[in-house]
C-alpha cells in the first residue's frame, strides 16, 4: 500500500495482519495502492517516493504464521487430504509455493540485501506495534478490527520435531535476524 497524502508505503508480507492494517489504514484515506509487492517492486515503481517515504512491515513468528496458511489454504489447491504435517513437507520440498509462503526479507530488503524500510513490527505485538506505527505516520491510534483470521489451537500443538526443523530451515534466515523462537 503506498499513501501519497501521509508519505508512506506498508511492505504486505501475506498472513502477517496485512488484512488488518490495510482495512484501519484505509479507512482513514483516500488514496491507496496495494496488495502484496515487495519494497523493490515499489521502489521500481516509485524510486523518489520509496526513498522519501516513511517504509514499514509486519513480520510473523514462522511456525505462526504456517499454521494459520495452512488453516487459509485448507481445501485449495489440492490440499484438501493434506494433514498438517503432509502440508509442511510439501512446503519444504517446494510443492506449496505462494507469496504466502515466502521468507520475510525478500520483501524488506534492496537490492544490496539492506533492510529497506524504516519501521518492522510484529505480528505478536500488533497493536502496540500499530500504535507506534500511527505515531510515525501521523495518525490517530485506532483499535485494529481483525480480519481474515483463522481458527485454530495455539500453533505449537500442530508440531513434531520434523515439521519444526522443517520450518526452521525453510525459515531459517528469518528466524536468525527476527530472533524467533519456537513457542514463543
Same mark, same amino acid.
Request: charged share 30%; with cysteine; aromatic share 16%.
Given at each position: 500500500m503506498i499513501h501519497h497524502k501521509n508519505k508512506f508505503i506498508f511492505v504486505?508480507?501475506? &498472513?502477517?495482519?496485512?488484512?488488518?492494517?490495510? @482495512?484501519?489504514?484505509?479507512?482513514?484515506? $483516500?488514496?491507496?495502492t496495494w496488495r502484496h509487492r515487495t519494497f523493490m517492486?515499489?521502489?521500481?515503481?516509485?524510486?523518489? &517516493?520509496?526513498?522519501?517515504?516513511?517504509?514499514? @512491515?509486519?513480520?510473523?513468528?514462522?511456525? $505462526?504464521k504456517l499454521v494459520s496458511q495452512f488453516h487459509f489454504n485448507r481445501g485449495k489447491f489440492g490440499m484438501e487430504n493434506y494433514s498438517f504435517k503432509d502440508y509442511i513437507r510439501a512446503f519444504h520440498a517446494g510443492h506449496v509455493v505462494s507469496i504466502r509462503s515466502q521468507s520475510y526479507l525478500p520483501w524488506l530488503v534492496d537490492e544490496n540485501g539492506i533492510i529497506a524500510v524504516d519501521f518492522i513490527?510484529?505480528?505478536?505485538?500488533?497493536q502496540n506495534d500499530f500504535d507506534h506505527l500511527c505515531d510515525q505516520i501521523g495518525i490517530?491510534?485506532?483499535?485494529?478490527?481483525?480480519?481474515?483470521?483463522?481458527?485454530?489451537?495455539?500453533?505449537?500443538?500442530?508440531?513434531?520435531?520434523?515439521?519444526?526443523?522443517?520450518?526452521?530451515e525453510k525459515y531459517a534466515k528469518d528466524i536468525e535476524y527476527f530472533g524467533y523462537k519456537f513457542g514463543e
Open positions: 504486505e508480507i501475506p &498472513k502477517t495482519g496485512t488484512t488488518t492494517i490495510c @482495512s484501519a489504514l484505509n479507512s482513514n484515506y $483516500d488514496f491507496a517492486q515499489y521502489r521500481n515503481e516509485y524510486p523518489i &517516493k520509496a526513498k522519501e517515504y516513511f517504509k514499514f @512491515s509486519f513480520v510473523r513468528n514462522p511456525w $505462526d513490527g510484529r505480528f505478536e505485538n500488533l490517530e491510534n485506532k483499535k485494529l478490527p481483525h480480519k481474515n483470521s483463522t481458527k485454530h489451537e495455539h500453533y505449537t500443538k500442530y508440531y513434531d520435531k520434523e515439521s519444526r526443523r522443517l520450518v526452521a
